[in-house]
Every structure is written in C-alpha cells, then in structure tokens.
C-alpha cells in the first residue's frame, strides 16, 4: 500500500488544487470590490452546487452536454486534430433531432428515442466531415474551417426555426418533439434526463476504448508521433479521419440529447458555449475522459452554485465561467508552478539522485 | 609542459544516474587530446561542465593552471574556450561571414554594424589558419564539410585557444576527414589546444597525443596515444575485449532475387530528382550494402521502397510481385521490415513505453489483441522476452523509450523489426550513435539475419559498417549508382573516390597512379 501510494504521480493533483486555490483568490478579489465577504459567497456557491436534491440535480443536468462535448473534443485531440467545431456540430444535431422528433409520428418511444439520436449523430458526424474532408485531402487548416462553420450551423438553424421549420408566426422555434421521442427524466422536479447516464457510460466507453482497444493506442500514436506511425503502417490521415468523425458524432449527439431531454424544441436562442466549454473541460481534465468526467461535474456544480449566488447576491453568475476560465489558464500554464516552487523542486531531485545512486550501485 | 585544462575528481549526478564519477582530465597545451567512451560514458557531461553549460557537483576546474568557476558559456568563452557541437549551430540564409561573427560583430557605433571590419577579420583568420572559405557564401549553398569549417573559424573569432571538436567527423567523407585532420594539425602548429571527442579508434591512433577514456561515468584510460593500441583502448571503453572486424560466412548459391529495383525515379522533399533510374536486386542470403556521403538519394531510396514516399518511374517488385502502389502497411505485409535512419522521428514513439514500441507493427494480430482489445499479459510476455534476448538495459518494460539511451533505443527498433520474420531487411544507419558494445550485437544480428537467407539491404555512411558487413557494395552519388563492387576486394580509398563521384577508369590506372 504504502509503495502504491508512492508511485502515485501526485503532480497533476497539486498543480489541479493549486489552480482551484489561485482561481478562488482571485475570483474573492471581485467579490471584496463588490462588498462581500468572500468566504460567506464560496459557501453559498458550495451549498447552491452540491447540496440538496434540487441542487444536485440541476448541475448533472448541466453536465450532461459538457460531458459529451469535451469527449469529442478529446477524440480529435488524441489524434491530433483540434477540433473547434463541437459547438457547429453540436446545433446540427440538435436540429436534426428536434426535426426527427416532431415529424416522426406514431413510433413507439423504443424506437422514437434511439432513431432521433441516431439522427443527431449522423448530423454531427456528416457536419465534421466537412473540415475533415478539406484537412485531410486538400491540406486545410481545421481550426479556421471549423471555426467558420460553427457560424454557418449558428446561422442556417437559425434560418431553419424562422422558416421552414417554424412552428408558429409568434416566436422563431420548432414544434415540440412528440412525447415518444423525450427522454425520460430521472425526477419529475427537476430537467436531469437518462441523458446523464448515457454520457457518464460514454465516459466510461471512451475511457475503455483508449486505455484497451488497438484503435485507441492508434489514435494516441498518430497523435504523438505521426511519422512514427506512418513508417508502422498505421496510417495517420485514417486514423485522425476516423477521430473527426467521431468526435462530430459524438458532438451531434450531445444536441440530440440536450434537445430531447431538456428543451424539446430547436428554439433560436438554443444554449451556445457547451461546444467552446467542452474544451476547456477536456483539459481541465488533462486530456483523460475519466478527468474530463469529473471535470464536467466539477464545472456544472460552479455553474449551478454560481446561479445561486446570483440570486441571492448581486455578483453575475458569470463568476462560475471566470473561475472555469482562470482555472484552465492556471492548469496550462503549469510550468509557472515548477517557478513558484524552485525550493520544492530542488528537494525533490536531490532525493531522487540519492535513490537512484543507491539502487545503481 | 603546462596544462591547458585540467579537470579534476569531476563528479555530476543526474536523477537516477552518476554521469561522472570523480573523472580527472588533463589536458596538456598545445596538444591533441582524444576523449573517447561509448554513448551514455559521461564524454558530453564532461565537455558540457568544460564549457560552463552546467556546474559538477564536485571537483574543481583549472584553465592554464587557474582555477575557476564558469557559470555559463559565455565564461568559458571569456576563458579562450571554443567548442564545436555534433549539429551545427549555424542559420542557413546568412553568410559565412555573419554566421561567423553573429553576437559579436565590430561595431561603428551603435547602432550600425561595421561590415567591412567583418569581412576582414574573418578572411585574415581564415588565412592564419588555413581554413580556406568563401566568405560571402550562403551556409546553405556550403557543403557540410565546410559548415564545420565555419564552426572552427567562430570559435577562433572568438579568441578560443582550446577547442573542443564534438564528433566531428561523422559526418565527413573520408577525403574531408583528412582535409579536417590537416587543419587540426595546423590548428596545433599555431599554438592551441585541441579535445577531440569520438567513439572512431581509428581516428584515435591517427590524430590524438594523448587519449582519455571513460566507461559508465568513470575514467578508465589515460595514456599517451603512441603507447596504446586500437585493441587495448577497445578494451578500456567496453570493459571487455570487442571483435573489431565482424566474422561471417561467405555468401551461398544464386538464387531469386527478393527485391528487384528498374529504373526508380523519385524526387525529394523540394521536388528535385533524388533518385535517377536507379537498378539493382538483392538476393536472399545477402546483405547488398549502400554506401555514399548522407544525402545523396539513400535516404530517398528507402523511404521509396518501403512506400512512405512517392514513386515518380520504374517498377520495385518483391518476390517478383511489384509493390509500385502499395501503402507502407501492406508492404511491411509482403514480407519487408526496416529500421529507420532516424530513431527518434520514424522508428520510437519516445512518449510511448517500451512495449508500446516493440509491438507497434503487430499490434493488431494476435496474440497482442483480438477484435481489437489488447491483451497486455501477452505482450508484457513477449516485452520481457524481447528484453531479455536483444539486452535492452532497462528496469521495467513500462518505462518509456525516451528514458533509454540511444544504444538501448536502437535495440528495440532492431527487435522490432528482426522479429517480424521479414525476408529482406532494410537497415539504414543501423548503428549511428550506438556504443561499441550496441554496434557489435547488432551487426551479429544482421548477420544472423542473412545467414537465416534472408535477404538485407544495408545503408551506412560508415565505409567501416559496408567493407565489413556487405557481399556486395553499391555506391551511390547524386542520386545516381556510382558503381556496384564485390564487397571483399573493396578498399577505402577507392570507396571514397566513389562516393565524391569520381570512377577510377580501371584497377590499372589507380596502380600506375599509386607508382608515381
């Protein structure tokens, strides 16, 4: 036990605690500006993330998306494409799911639910082939394709719900999907839907996938070494092709189930930022879908305390995405921790050394 | 005589490792001074401390009989040191001249730099010394030879009078070897001090006064070079004797070729022509080695061959079936496997583990995995087998490829592909910046390799690694097959007319040249 403690790597846990406590600090900056006392609105946020019923609820439901979303972020990454397009992805298969779910009628839920997410997958996915296409055949950049094709999705939904799929003349939205094609919710007080345990067993299935599977050790070597394993004989425009295409899937289907679990129609202000978010959690969760998992439960419980704060207080609610965003910028930016720490370190490598003598001699 | 440089009880410890262990180095003025140890002995370490890149945990240093503490290279280049690094540190778009004097140009005033002042005392060194340059021409347009050159005359500019030369000739013909070891003795004529560091015995017995020799961190021979032999410095570096010349049996009955190569025509990464028409064939029992000065279509050869690059003409077939289109995957499948020049790029993933590295070209076949899950007992099995056979030095085959040394790393590769069973074998740089002990067990399991019949295409710019291995030498320049000669009757002399491109017409004339 003792030596398995030991071989712990305590390092990515240090430099995760420490950023929470810089974020925190600096976040406590804002609120002694505003005149509260910061302890008394951490405690707040605390109790408003975690604690009660409600509470709980509402931050898995917000955790449900950014799960999914930063699993596709993570499949591309792996492979060493930087796919910024989750968020364009992710509207198309809302879209799609929201239209298979309100024109499909008379299917059994059985049916209903599967087909309509398989229709935001499809969505995604075919969406993600677009970058993927121009990057892998005509050499295109897919951080600028995919950053404009995030605005084309934001535009032609939004053309979609004002046009030919809207509803009615009083507001640019979508019917409501059918009965048949809504997730079931897990409580009746709250928007959480069955949709949580299908991204927590996609966490788990990603994490399978990468850790044991010959397709997850090829998407890990094209990443790190692609002309390594190119000269192996994996091929790595296959390979990262094939990682685009999941992550868009995988991206599709968090519309599809973010639309049919929680909103149950396209409506034009459909939330943005759960594909931009998704980012920031996937290395918030340093590049592991287990991480990444907790990280979005993590996030979305600072999201929900952050909306309590809000009501109670009068500091935004937008301090949940500050703490998110100074809490990534720490975590990259982790090489200033080994410059905080020079005395640490120092200790550290001299006990090293004398180990290592000890055991060549 | 005075000392130069003397280093004494120099101790530096890394992590995990002593990389010197109280080595002393006696460098005598005016003298040429061999450092010699396998890769991983602790020669960088010692030459770094030298040059102020890091300070030894112990031990003192004495230029000229003074004692000092260099904080950085900059003290050392205070202190008349020059030191010549293995890559050049040299920028390709700028002139012999401003490669030069880069840093530390004369000045008019402040602001402007002073161009002719440079161009003078660049050519006046260039003269006292005999270093012959153009000194407007571009680094780029220069041959590698001359880049050394330019990396001499920098350090001189600065007013080095001891000079550390870092391997510097793995990358030479021999002709240009000769042509550096003339100015190393006129370098020494002038009054400086020269430590050359090699792994080349050779070279050792032809240039050095003194040699220094150091195995795992520590010193094992110091003796004045005319009082020592190839053999016994062998010996001093390796701990053990060496066999310096390979055995092997000589090469069995005709049979089919396995690779079969017509007029291939290929281009390089800017698009020029980088192979032109080149034909040969190996056969299987064979090991056909390539040899000629680093880029001059080897490289292009290989990565041709073995599908990572385009074929612009011609037909490359194994085992009579041609392979002009295949993707790199289904030619190693037809039975090709091939140890990369460059390790670190094509033949490791040095983030990934040993393991990782060593079943990367089956990693989807069984026993390593079934419907595409890993079963991770088979291959840590198959690791500690591989391990244990090929004496890859490591403590768990977990660890990663970049904790290893490059002799340990090159063993994985030639595992790797060894154990693929391939009928021909491509092994290009087979042992670059191997240790002695590493080079001669992979030489053995080349041999092995063809005494198997398999059929091995070898390329090397070490004429010593093609006379002692190949049955047949072909010698390539400008992309272009020099010429193709029995590997027994080959001689070094004549190899490096070849590979400069020049063809001694016939075996009379080169003896009629030898009677003048």
Known sequence: MKEFINNINWRPFIIIFLSLLLSLLIGSIFMISSGYNPLNVYLMMFQGAFIGKINIMNSLKNATPLIFTSMAVLIAFRTGTFNIGVEGQLFMGAIAAAWAGFSLEGLPSIIHIPLSLLFAIIAGALYAMIPAILKFKFNVNEIITTIMLNSIAFLFTSYLVNYPLRESPMAPQTPKVFESARLPRLTDSSQVSVGIIIAVIFAVIFWFVFKKTTFGFRTRVVGEASSFAEFSGISPVRTAFYGMLISGAVAGLAGGVELLGVHYRFVELFPTGLGFNGILIAWLGKGTPLGALFAALFYSGIQSGAMTVDWITSIPRQLSDTLLVLMVFFIAAEGMFDWVWPLKKKFLNKKDQKAGVEKNA | ?516
């Not at chain 2, 042509?179 to 017995?205: P, S």
């Not at chain 2, 995995?369 to 004496?391: A, C, H, P, R, V």
């Open chain 2, 1 to 516: 005589m005075a000392y130069a440089v003397e280093m004494l009880g120099i101790t530096k410890y890394f992590p995990g490792v002593v990389a010197n262990d109280s080595v002393d180095l006696k460098v005598k003025e005016g003298e040429i001074h061999a450092l010699v140890g396998e890769n991983g002995a602790g020669k960088s370490t010692l030459m770094n401390a030298l040059y102020g890149l890091f300070q030894p945990d112990e031990g003192t240093i004495k230029i000229n009989g003074e004692k000092v503490v260099m904080q950085s290279s900059n003290d050392a280049i205070q202190r008349g040191i020059g030191m010549v690094h293995q890559k050049f540190k040299l920028i390709p778009s700028f002139t012999i001249v401003e490669n030069i004097c880069l840093g530390s140009e004369p000045r008019k005033n402040k602001y402007f730099i002073d161009k002719k002042e440079e161009y003078k005392s660049v050519v006046e060194i260039s003269d006292k010394y005999g270093l012959k340059i153009d000194p407007s021409s571009k680094i780029r347009d220069c041959a590698v030879g001359i880049g050394q050159r330019v990396e001499i005359l920098k350090t001189l500019y600065r007013k080095a009078n001891i000079l550390i030369l870092d391997e510097p000739t793995s990358v030479l013909t021999p002709q240009e070897t000769d042509e550096l070891f003339k100015v190393i003795r006129n370098l020494v004529n002038k009054g400086k001090t020269v430590i050359f560091i090699t792994h080349k015995l050779r070279e050792v017995m032809e240039i050095s006064d003194t040699v220094t020799v150091l195995r795992k961190g520590k010193l094992t021979g110091f003796k004045p070079t005319s009082e020592t032999n190839e053999n016994e410095i062998a010996r001093m570096m390796v701990g053990r004797d060496v066999l310096l010349r390979v055995d092997k049996k000589a090469i069995e009955s005709e049979q089919k070729p396995i690779l079969e190569i017509e007029d291939l025509v290929s281009t390089d990464n800017r698009g020029l022509v980088a192979l032109n028409q080149i034909s040969f064939e190996v056969k299987p029992g064979e090991i056909l080695g390539i040899a000629g000065v680093q880029g001059n279509g080897q490289s292009e050869l290989i990565e041709t061959i073995t599908g990572l690059r385009k074929i612009e003409r011609g037909i490359i077939k194994i085992k009579s079936k041609k392979i002009n289109r295949f993707s790199p995957k289904s030619i190693r499948e037809t039975g090709i496997s091939h140890i990369p020049e460059d390790r670190v790029e094509r033949g490791l993933n040095l983030d990934a583990t040993i393991e990782e590295n060593l079943i990367v070209t089956s990693h989807d076949k069984k026993p390593f995995s079934s419907m595409g899950i890993f079963d991770f007992n088979k291959i840590e099995e198959y690791s500690e087998q591989l391990i244990n056979e090929y004496d890859i030095r490591t403590s768990n085959s977990k660890n990663k490829a970049e904790s290893l040394s490059g002799g340990n790393m090159q063993k994985i590769v030639v595992a790797r592909e060894i154990e693929e069973d391939p009928d021909l074998l491509i092994a290009a740089q087979p042992t670059r910046g191997v240790d002695i002990g590493s080079i001669e067990f992979i030489h053995k399991k080349i041999i092995e390799a063809r005494d198997q019949g398999k059929a091995v295409l070898l390329v090397s710019t070490e004429l010593d690694e093609i006379m002692s291995l190949s049955d047949r030498i072909i010698v390539m320049c400008e992309g272009e097959i020099v010429k193709i000669i029995p590997g027994g009757i080959a001689d070094e002399e004549e190899l490096g007319l070849l590979m400069a491109g020049i063809v001694p017409d016939t075996l009379q004339s080169k003896m009629r040249r030898e009677a003048k």
